[in-house]
Structures are given as structure tokens and as C-alpha cells.
């Protein structure tokens, strides 16, 4: 079946605009996950939804960043007032969500240019 | 909380030679799952190996093996035979196995195989 899928694929951005990531997940799978990845750095944990639970937004590193999902499917993260900082590689990945799930599956990542 | 240390940024190899990847973590907890991803250019992460740490018998997958070494907190991956396609980012990573919550991963090792 298909993947996790991300669009866009590469964004540029002027600093100040807000920019709206989407991700769409395996289909079944009630687990979705938001990462960054800086330049020659690993994974940065950013927010993590299951089913229709409250989200652990703790990685979330400031309020102009946000995320939603609809329907228990689809999810964008928006960035709101881009700043230079903010240029990373945005991964997204789901699971299945039951207990003993384990692994994670991610998408081909947006990588974000704030100029 | 949780950190993944990957001491090496960058590792070199002849093809068809065995190179072992180091990583170090640190937690409390008794019950976790370690993971070795590979990260091409494509940038997409791909599930190489994985470890139980309630498993004492090191994880093998056809040339990827890990040394498990719960006590050290060490968890070193090693491919035999190595070939051109091997030649990515690896990233080391650890989950709780109480909650199915976010990858914490190391700062990558780039690997280069030389032909």
C-alpha cells in the first residue's frame, strides 16, 4: 500500500510568512508524528497525535508553531511568522497506534527555506 | 529524560569490509526499544534494525547486526559485506516501551563506502 506522503516536497518562504505543511498517513494508522531535522543534525521531536486524544505538543519549540489533524487522517503544521531559524527538512511519520506497534513509518520530509 | 549520543559524525569504508557504528544512550527506564535507521539522500528514513531491551539476544538482519549492551548503554551497529547502497546517514534511536510517544535519536553517523 502507500506510504506516508508530505507535500510540499521543497518550500522557500520569505521570512515573516506564514507556511503550512500537510502530511498524510498510512491509512489505518492512528499514530502521527512530527519531526525536524536541522542541517547535519538528527530528529528533533515536535508533536505527536493518537487518535482522538489530546496531542503531546511538549516539542513544539515556540507558539508560532502549530499543528492539527483532521479526521483522525491528514495533519498540517503550520509556522506562523517564519523565521530563518526555522529552515529544516519537517519529517512526519505514523504507526499503527495498538500496543506492541513499534515502528514508525516516515515520509520523504518538506524541506523548508526561510530566506 | 532521554539522550542518544552517536560519537562518530562520519565513518568510511571498502566496499565488501565490516564497519561498526557507535551509540551511547542514557535512561532510567528498564523497558525500551533502540532502533538503527538509514537516511539516504532521498531523505527518507528507513527502519534498518531494531532492539527489544528485555531481548538479550542481539538483533540480526541479513548483513546488519547489532551489539546490545544494556548494562553500558551501548548499541552499536554493525554491517558486514558492505556495499555502495549502504553509504547514508544512520541514526541511532530509543522509545519507551511504556508509551508509544516520540524517537529520540542521535546526531547521525555519515557512512561513505569506497569502491
Known amino acids: 500500500g502507500a506510504g506516508v506522503s508530505q507535500s510540499p516536497s521543497n518550500k522557500v518562504t520569505e521570512k515573516g510568512k506564514d507556511v503550512e505543511l500537510r502530511c498524510d498517513p498510512i491509512?489505518?494508522?492512528?499514530?502521527l508524528y512530527w519531526y525536524r531535522q536541522s542541517l547535519g543534525q538528527g530528529l528533533e521531536f515536535l508533536i505527536y497525535f493518537q487518535g482522538n486524544s489530546a496531542p503531546d505538543k511538549s516539542g513544539l519549540p515556540s507558539d508560532r508553531f502549530s499543528a492539527e489533524r483532521t479526521g483522525g487522517s491528514v495533519s498540517t503544521l503550520t509556522i506562523q511568522r517564519t523565521q530563518q531559524e526555522d529552515s529544516a527538512v519537517y519529517l512526519c511519520?505514523?504507526?499503527?497506534?495498538?500496543?506492541?506497534?513499534?515502528?514508525?513509518?516516515f515520509g520523504p520530509g518538506t524541506r523548508l527555506t526561510v530566506t | 529524560a532521554q539522550t542518544v549520543t552517536q560519537s562518530q559524525p562520519e565513518m568510511s569504508v571498502q566496499e565488501a569490509e565490516t564497519v561498526t557504528l557507535s551509540c551511547t544512550y542514557d535512561?532510567?527506564?528498564?523497558?525500551?526499544?533502540l532502533f538503527w535507521y538509514k537516511q539516504p539522500p532521498s531523505r527518507q528514513m528507513i527502519l534498518v534494525i531494531r532492539q527489544e531491551a528485555y531481548k538479550q539476544q542481539n538483533a540480526t538482519e541479513n548483513r546488519f547486526s547489532v551489539n546490545f549492551q544494556k548494562a553500558a548503554k551501548s548499541f552499536s551497529l554493525k554491517i558486514s559485506d558492505s556495499q555502495l547502497g549502504d553509504a547514508a546517514m544512520y541514526f541511532c534511536a530509543y522509545r519507551s516501551a511504556g508509551y508509544e510517544g516520540e524517537l529520540v535519536f542521535g546526531a547521525g553517523t555519515i557512512l561513505r563506502v569506497k569502491s
Open positions: 511519520a505514523s504507526s499503527q497506534g495498538l500496543a506492541g506497534a513499534i515502528e514508525q513509518y
Open positions: 535512561t532510567s527506564e528498564s523497558d525500551y526499544y
Open positions: 491509512s489505518g494508522h492512528t499514530a
